[in-house]
Nanobody, 123 residues
Framework: QVRVVESGGGLVQAGGSLTLSCEAS????????VSWYRQAPGKQRDLVAS???????????SVEGRCTISRGGSGNALYLPLYLQMNSLNPEETAVYYC?????????????WGEGTQVTVSS
């Protein structure tokens, strides 16, 4: 069983920065992708950023240029912990931020979610 743990959330003023961390424990053969999502109260869970083991990144339009998902590793590998740096935060980005891992367990790829870390941006 794989356990995913997010950390780094907290209270920050508008315009400030935070770096979230995603770590995992358990039997992990190979991490093929890591994604960050966020969910505000009463809203759906939305993708913030993702990265594949090949280094391909994808960002939500709302965070493009302000967020960076770092890649721990090189070549065709992803190593944890993996970080999401967020800059110039605004109050509308107050949400629980979740990390999702796609892990190769041959012959399939399994998906694991953490329980989330709260980010609160004050105005």
């Amino acid at each position: 069983q794989v356990r995913v743990v997010e950390s780094g959330g907290g209270l920050v003023q508008a315009g400030g920065s935070l770096t979230l961390s995603c770590e995992a424990s358990g039997s992990i053969f190979s991490v093929v992708a890591v994604s960050w999502y966020r969910q505000a109260p009463g809203k759906q869970r939305d993708l913030v950023a993702s990265i594949t083991r090949g280094g391909n990144t994808n960002y939500a339009e709302s965070v493009e240029g302000r967020c960076t998902i770092s890649r721990g590793g090189s070549g065709n590998a992803l190593y944890l912990p993996l970080y999401l740096q967020m800059n110039s935060l605004n109050p509308e980005e107050t949400a629980v931020y979740y990390c999702k891992l796609n892990i190769l367990s041959p012959p399939r790829v399994d998906e694991y979610w953490g329980e989330g870390t709260q980010v609160t941006v004050s105005s």
